[in-house]
């Protein structure tokens, strides 16, 4: 009996010091990192008119590089880490004092010593993770680097605060290629972004009062993915297309191809519908191919092709009865929602029309678009949603803190005990660890959890997460 404690006790005492060497060397290595990063860039020059700056760019080469909110970062990790060895450190002088005199901490028991380990050591360190992966260290801006006149945000330096400065700071995507919505760059928007496109902005709100606006809705579309978002109102009338037939009845319009003649064509590479199929290379569009083609859409969601593939009925029964509303932050043309709506879920679906006409189509099927870009944060009241789910949306491209913004503002609107559906979100191998850490930090109650491989460099995860109570 008394050996069987030791070796508990002893086993528990030794891999607390192996905890503590590894930390020791982590704090040390990124100490360094930071160091060393800072040199890179060049940052130790000591000019006196610069530091007196309260923003710090680096000029030559670097774009959007705020050298004060990477010290503020580094230094939180470092004291985050510190914090954390110093209680490891009063862990094991309480176990040492403990083993003279009472008997606390032999008594430790196996789930005990778990819980320790996931809220004192494995958390903190998750945090520290994020927030070492939220450090984004300068990339030579060699494609948009202009020598003499650096690239500056719109009204970035009007404000003071940190947070709302890396807020409105444009994001650019993490993979350097264009976006889901043909942008090299997110604007986390409260419309500061419009002052860039002013000559746009002024087309836009050049018209004759009363009368009918200029057919021009791809320019709204491209303000918007510009970062003027919102957009001002106008006194004008949108134009409607020539001949508009009235809809189906729901009990038809859920999976049937809309009439071509409700849609305005004439800023799409396509004319009608059928030219949307995947099978037409010349089709305008590259994401989501295939849902325009709706006997292929009805598979989904209700057929499993995949492990990373969860079922409707299966999702629903975690939470019987109670997922009634929600939002599928998606790029598609409303399948998610005409299935659930046959479970009678009421489910709201985020479209933009790049290269589609992928609202009229959601609308025309008898569900509701969101017209809403990835900039805007949602027009939903705090605890609202059951539900929200994901796919095709922000695979891979999307910048770090962005994503961070995204996954925040979805946690404000998800009610507590709503659910997460990430589907088939996919990235590249090396990636996986920086996204899974972002939808791990909020630590929800895992339903499923799925990392299958796409291709060779390509894996794909599929999650369902549980929003824990707040009662704070
Ligand atoms: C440790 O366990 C023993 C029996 O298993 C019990 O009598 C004793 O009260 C426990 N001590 C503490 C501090 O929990
Ligand atoms: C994106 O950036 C590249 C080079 O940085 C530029 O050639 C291209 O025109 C940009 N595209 C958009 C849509 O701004
Ligand atoms: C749809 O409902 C209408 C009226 O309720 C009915 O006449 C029609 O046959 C239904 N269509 C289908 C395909 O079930
Ligand atoms: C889903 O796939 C699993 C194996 O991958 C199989 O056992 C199960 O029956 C399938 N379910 C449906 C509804 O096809
Ligand atoms: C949806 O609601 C209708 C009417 O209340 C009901 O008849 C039907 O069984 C419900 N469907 C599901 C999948 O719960």
Not at 89 to 105: E, H, W
Not at 347 to 354: F, G, H, M, P
């Amino acid at each position: 009996m008394g050996t069987q404690l030791c070796i508990r006790r002893c086993r528990f005492s030794r891999i607390m010091a192996v905890m503590q060497i590894i930390l020791g060397v982590f704090v040390i290595l990124i100490s360094v990192a930071g160091l060393h990063r800072f040199q890179l860039a060049g940052f130790f020059f000591p000019n006196e008119e610069d530091s007196s700056q309260r923003f710090h760019t680096i000029k030559e080469g670097y774009a959007d590089f705020d050298l004060k909110a990477l010290s503020d970062r580094v230094e939180d990790v470092v004291s985050q880490l510190s914090e954390l060895q110093d209680k490891l450190d009063a862990t094991i002088q309480k176990t040492d004092r403990d083993k003279k005199g009472g008997a606390a901490a032999r008594n430790m028991t196996r789930s005990e010593f778990s819980r320790f380990v996931q809220e004192e050591v494995i958390q903190p360190l998750y945090s520290a993770r994020i927030a070492l992966g939220l450090i984004r260290i300068p990339k030579p801006d060699t494609a948009g680097f202009n020598p003499g006149s650096p690239v500056e945000d719109p009204l970035i330096n009007f404000f003071t605060v940190e947070e709302i400065r890396k807020y409105i700071t444009a994001k650019g995507n993490k993979n350097g290629k264009l976006s889901k919505y043909g942008t090299n760059k997110t604007y986390g928007t409260i419309g500061h972004a419009c002052v860039l496109m002013r000559k746009e902005l002024e087309e836009y709100m050049n018209y004759d009062i009363g009368s009918y606006c200029n057919d021009d809705w791809h320019l709204a579309q491209k303000l918007m993915l510009g970062g003027c978002d919102p957009l001002p109102r106008r006194r004008c009338l949108a134009r409607a297309s020539k001949l508009y037939q009235r809809p189906l009845p729901i009990n038809e319009s859920l999976w049937t191809m809309p009439d071509d003649r409700n849609v305005r064509w004439s800023r799409y590479r396509c004319r009608n519908f059928k030219c949307l199929s995947k099978k037409n290379p010349r089709r305008g569009f590259s994401r989501c191919t295939g849902c325009f083609d709706l006997e292929e859409e009805k598979l989904k969601w209700v057929t499993n092709a995949s492990l990373a593939d969860f079922l409707i009925g299966d999702v629903l029964a975690v939470k019987p009865g109670e997922i009634r509303i929600g939002l599928d932050a998606s790029i598609g043309t409303g399948s998610f929602a005409a299935r659930m709506r046959e479970w009678n879920v009421t489910i709201v679906s985020t479209a933009l029309n790049v290269g589609a006409p992928f609202s009229e189509v959601i609308a025309l099927r008898g569900l509701i678009p969101l017209y809403a870009t990835l900039g805007q944060r949602l027009p939903f009241f705090d605890n609202t949603m059951d539900l929200i789910h994901t796919s095709v949306f922000l695979d891979g491209w999307v910048d770090l803190q962005l994503l961070d913004f995204i996954l925040f503002d979805w946690d404000r609107v998800l009610r507590p005990g709503g659910l997460l559906w990430v589907d088939k979100f996919f990235c590249s191998r090396k990636d996986l660890d920086e996204y899974m850490y972002m939808f791990l930090q909020f630590r929800y109650r895992k339903h499923k959890w799925v990392v299958s491989f796409k291709s060779k460099e390509e894996v794909y995860l599929s999650a369902l997460l549980e929003k824990p109570p707040r009662s704070l």
